[in-house]
């Protein structure tokens, strides 16, 4: 007899956690602004990354096609992969031979946006780009030069 | 005539591969199974595959640049992994580092406890056959990525600790989302229990399978909420407090069944537990620097340190050895996921197959953990 009245009992209470389940999954049935599912390549216009969401690394440039970037390497050992290559090249300044930055040469493919770079920079030439759509065909189309060509280094910074 | 009948009916173990690609592995784990009809009479892990040698590599690299390697180990507590390397380097060093750091990193700690065990507790029903949990997990721990990318700059990999700090200071919006998400967790939670927790199937599934006596446990070296359901008290935060945990009240959450069920219950109460650690210090920030200035090359003196901490699997260790040099001589990582899943062919031998997943899922195994 008390076996029966169990295993009625257990189809009861299974019986019941099921519904009480599905009275969640109910719930957001009948309330669908609940719902907070994003349609990504649809919303890209109104999609806004956070402000210090690290996407890559830009070579800031003003309006005249000047950086701040002196060659210092001081990102390039900063960085743990060997992701940054700074190429520097020899300029006349008044008669001196000074060291200027010839390519500034950025591996995407390498990079683990761990951004240790940009609080290594002493001039705040580079910093962290919002962007994060990265795919491409062609791996070679990974390695980015990031001065722009003819830009030169902003008056003052040293 | 009778010889050759009782051959041919005589019962052989046979072995099946379960991996290296299999979706209730959670990475690549290849276990080679040892079969008697359905019953499990043997299982090897056999592990390798997602190698990466950081131990090795970061004999090459600066103190900094170790940081951003632990990441990619436990990558669901990747915060506390960051913060147990920088807790090292300062104790090698015997730097202070300020109140307010302390205090920051122990609220993202335990936001990174909670969004693991969300993240579990989705892929725990999904492994069981309930699809729904795994949207419903990934659903509240959206809002805790939004907090990390919005103050640590990523998502998962956030490396926003460095030796004697912390990168840059909390967003101006930290505090007020946090408290959001907790508004909003505390009324979700409950629907946790309402899905998984009481359903019928789930329970039949999990109550007494692939028990773990904490003799067992201690002897394999579990720890973590694994441990705690057999029973172990093992709690780094409550034994050993590092960062801000010896200012607030919390209770290890224990069980004493040590079976699939006890270790599901353990996280889910750990949960409330975070919550209720992360309350407790929101309010109270203490103003100040976010960082104690380092040299820009750290150099540590000849010694040997180990810090431990408690991530969201169990015990983390960071030992480090070092010989003046700006590269440590040696570093070695005790990683909880490689020490649990030793205790796997103990728990589930003589279970069923299907049994096997449960238990490989409430041992919460993350590979890049195990294999390093």
Known sequence: ?158 | MEEIITKELESQEYFINMGPQHPSTHGVLRLVLSLDGEIIRNVEPHIGYIHRSIEKMCEHDSYQQIVHLTDRMDYLSCHINNEAVCLAVEMGLQLEVPERVKVIRTIIGELTRLSSHQLWWGVMGMDLGAITTFLYGFRDREMITDIFEETCGARLTMNYNVPGGLMFDIHPNFQKRTKDFIAHFKKKLPEYDDLLSNNVIFRNRTIGIGKLSKEDAISYGVTGPSARASGFSCDVRKHYPYSAYDKVQFKEVLRSEGDCYARYECRIDEMWESLSIIEQLIDNIPEGPFKTPTKAVIKLPKGEWYQKVETARGEFGVYIISEGQKNPYRVKFRSPGFSNLSALNHMAKDSKIADLVAIMSTLDLVIPDIDR
């Open chain 1, 1 to 158: 007899m008390k076996s029966i009245i169990n295993y009625f009992k257990e189809i009861y209470f299974g019986l019941k956690s099921l519904v009480t389940g599905m009275r969640v999954t109910g719930h957001y049935i009948t309330h669908p602004k609940e719902i907070i599912t994003q349609q990504y390549p649809e919303n890209r216009d109104t999609l806004k990354m956070f402000e210090r969401f690290r996407g890559e690394v830009v070579l800031l440039h003003n309006e005249n096609n000047e950086h701040r970037c002196t060659g210092c390497s001081a990102c390039e050992i900063a960085c743990p992969n060997g992701t940054i290559e700074i190429i520097n090249k020899k300029v006349d300044i008044d008669g001196r031979k000074v060291k200027a930055l010839d390519t500034f040469v950025y591996h995407l493919q390498m990079c683990t946006m761990c951004g240790l770079c940009i609080p290594a920079c002493p001039t705040d030439a580079i910093k962290m780009a919002n962007t994060f759509e990265h795919a491409v065909f062609d791996r070679s189309k990974l390695t980015k030069v990031l001065n722009k060509p003819g830009s030169k280094l902003m008056d003052g910074v040293k």
